[in-house]
T-cell receptor
Framework: TQLLEQSPQFLSIQEGENLTVYCNSS?????LQWYRQEPGEGPVLLVT?????EVKKLKRLTFQFGDARKDSSLHITAAQPGDTGLYLC???????????FGQGTELSVKP | DSGVTQTPKHLITATGQRVTLRCSPR?????VYWYQQSLDQGLQFLIQ???????AKGNILERFSAQQFPDLHSELNLSSLELGDSALYFC?????????????FGPGTRLTVL
């Protein structure tokens, strides 16, 4: 069974600080997707990385896929209150389309 | 707006009852996925359909079933409901069924079993 360990579970920081969220597994994934979810709403896709070592940037967010395609990180620079939410990583199975989700990181950015 | 629609938004029912959740995928997407999200379990994959055929199954209970219709909308049927079935149920869709496909999620149905 493929599992994704996401850390930290909770993160409370001040506006302007930097942070990194990690997603780790002992399994290889075909892709790694990052989502952001607001309370009571569906996850919104932020980015998909598919190549080992790949780095993608989305404004102040930087996503990296590990060389071995077993881990990923999300780095946010100069966090803003609008970044507050639940961040989820999801690994794509190597034998199909289903996603394995991490437990999520609850981020709170205080002004 | 992801383009995936789900109805109803909220559902309150009693134990032992049966409910049907409905999902319409994004235009052009052939694959539909159902996920359950609870506080203690996180987001768990239930089942996937591709162009009307069941493609993959997760930890879906025997009391739950799903289907995808010729117009590609999907329904998730939950029967003999128990208190523990209370959760958010999400539908997602993707262009096809292969690995690496980006999945787009609907707004979810919040099911409360009393």
């Amino acid at each position: 069974t493929q599992l994704l360990e996401q850390s930290p579970q909770f993160l409370s920081i001040q506006e302007g600080e930097n942070l990194t969220v990690y997603c780790n597994s002992s399994s290889v994934f075909s892709s790694l997707q990052w989502y952001r979810q607001e309370p009571g709403e569906g996850p919104v896709l932020l980015v998909t990385v598919v190549t080992g070592g790949e780095v993608k940037k989305l404004k102040r967010l930087t996503f990296q896929f590990g060389d071995a395609r077993k881990d990923s990180s999300l780095h946010i620079t100069a966090a803003q209150p609008g970044d507050t939410g639940l961040y989820l990583c999801a690994g794509g199975e190597t034998q199909g389309g289903k996603l394995i989700f991490g437990q999520g990181t609850e981020l709170s950015v205080k002004p | 707006d992801s383009g995936v629609t789900q109805t109803p938004k909220h559902l309150i029912t009693a134990t032992g009852q049966r409910v049907t959740l409905r999902c319409s995928p994004r235009s052009g997407d052939l694959s539909v996925y159902w996920y359950q999200q609870s506080l203690d379990q996180g987001l768990q994959f239930l089942i996937q359909y591709y162009n009307g055929e069941e493609r993959a199954k997760g930890n879906i209970l025997e009391r739950f079933s799903a289907q995808q219709f010729p117009d590609l909308h999907s329904e998730l049927n939950l029967s003999s409901l128990e208190l523990g079935d209370s959760a958010l149920y999400f539908c997602a869709s993707s262009v096809d069924a292969g690995m690496g496909n980006e999945q787009f999620f609907g707004p979810g149905t919040r099911l409360t079993v009393l």
